[in-house]
């Protein structure tokens, strides 16, 4: 991060609260290297400088609970999973304080976000909130990916949202205050939901630079 830039606090919120119905297995516990999905996520976060971390757990919560590292992290239980991610997205946006300028949403199954990736949308929050922009998100060849970033004082419309209708929607209605963010890496696009999407994961997880 350029020290000239002002210096902004981000959080995430990480969704786990699914069922991984068509996955067989959590999507929080997915194999990489040794470490479960969301303990990269959360190194991920960590090496670019957010040390806000809400996990939103809802099935599963006992076995994500005992087998990944959630130090440091809030963990905040979705009640009723079954209304899907949105309620997840309103229960993580609703602790969130002033003291946080944005928030990251970040679904578990994208695992593999770079850090660099995060501070590309840093970067352009720093820049875009001048001109009003509200929502950035990340593409790579052209196709918008995970996870959107969301100024604090941006929550409202997500807040207002109704069963059935999701982040999407708020990016429609305001498409003047959203920002795309080209990143260089694949793994903004990759959403992990059935076995031959882990592994391709896994096959682009061993084919990383390191």
Not at 172 to 177: F, G, I, R, Y
């Amino acid at each position: 991060m350029d020290e000239s830039e002002p210096q902004v606090t981000l959080a995430a919120i990480v969704l786990c609260a699914g069922s991984s119905s068509r996955m067989g297995q959590p999507k929080a516990l997915l194999d990489f290297g040794g470490k479960p999905a969301l303990t990269r996520i959360l190194e991920t976060a960590r090496r670019a400088g957010i040390h806000k971390l809400f996990i939103v757990l809802g099935r599963h919560a006992d076995e994500i609970r005992a087998r990944a590292d959630l130090a440091g992290c809030q963990v905040l239980i979705n009640q009723d999973p079954e209304r899907g991610q949105l309620s997840s997205i309103q229960l993580g946006m609703s602790k969130l304080d002033f003291a946080t300028d944005a928030a990251l949403v970040w679904p578990v199954d994208c695992p593999l976000i770079e850090a660099s990736d995060l501070e590309a949308l840093r970067a352009a929050y720093v820049k875009g909130r001048r001109s009003l922009m509200r929502i950035f998100v990340p593409t790579h060849g052209g196709k918008r990916g995970h996870p959107m970033l969301v100024d604090i004082g941006f929550r409202q419309p997500f807040m207002e949202l109704k069963a059935g209708q999701s982040a999407r929607n708020v990016m429609e209605a305001n498409p003047t205050q959203v920002m795309e963010v080209p990143v260089s890496h694949t793994g903004v696009l990759l959403d992990i939901d059935t076995p031959e999407e882990y592994a391709t994961a896994r096959k682009l997880w061993e084919m990383r630079p390191r």
